[in-house]
């Protein structure tokens, strides 16, 4: 490790506040000509004691992460040397042992500052890095969005279907994370969404059959900035567990019914 800083180890998860602290790590590394080592985890859920992981469900979300990783960089790394990273596991342990393998001078990484319910049900990532890192670490704090709008509580790297994927595929994802829907994304974009419902309906044919023969096209959604309880309201009335968050045409989100749950738990 050296001072000053020249390899800087930014791991983002495409919210606003990784973004901001990637112009931070940006921002070092400018000034001490040095690299920045770009890297999203994508999260893999662990199933019980004795069950396989099934690595080859999560490719797509990796694969997709890169392209995610390739345009930020473009947009923000102009004129600074970089590096991109994807891995899938365990974030906190996977940006240890990157720092290590890449020898990083100093993390750069965003702490969403958790508190109460929300604090102990996720933990805080940048708590475990810090702990551990084997170099300094600068944790970057934005101002937090409204916690009474769908910006602070939505998840912002959802699992996602691609139309000309099979149902066989998507179905793996769904069960392996315990989720009931997924969005339908074509270079970047919503194109519908996909419910265990639409699965079921397709029983005996989910190897043949298509995503995008079974998914509903143009799915109610919402945005960052709509109310908390609006959304409450439209899974409420429409009978749904998850609504897409949308921001310029893009997928940016999803919000869920223990999402506005976990909003209440946490309420002061």
Known sequence: MSYPFRRILSPIDFDENSLAALDVAAQIARDNDGIVLLMHVVPMVIPATGMPVYVDIYKGQEEAAREKLREIAAKRLHGIKYELLTHMGEPAGTIIRNAKRHAADLIVMATHGRRGFSRV????????????????????????????????????????????????????????????????????RLVGIVTDRDIRAHTGYLDHTEV?????????????????HEAARLLFEQKVDSLPVVEEGKLVGVITSSDILRAYLDQD
Request: proline content about 11%; hydrophobic content about 40%; some cysteine.
């Open 212 to 228: 995008k023969l079974a998914m509903s096209e143009n799915p109610l959604t919402v945005t960052p900035t709509t109310p908390m």
């Open 121 to 188: 049900l996720l933990g805080s990532i940048a708590e475990m890095v810090l702990r551990e890192a084997p170099c300094p670490v600068l944790c970057v704090r934005r101002g937090e969005p409204d916690k009474n709008l769908v910006a602070r509580w939505m998840s912002s790297n959802p699992v996602t279907a691609s139309p000309d994927e099979k149902l066989s595929a998507i179905q793996a994802r769904m069960q392996e994370g315990n989720f009931r829907s997924a969005p339908v994304v074509a270079d970047g």
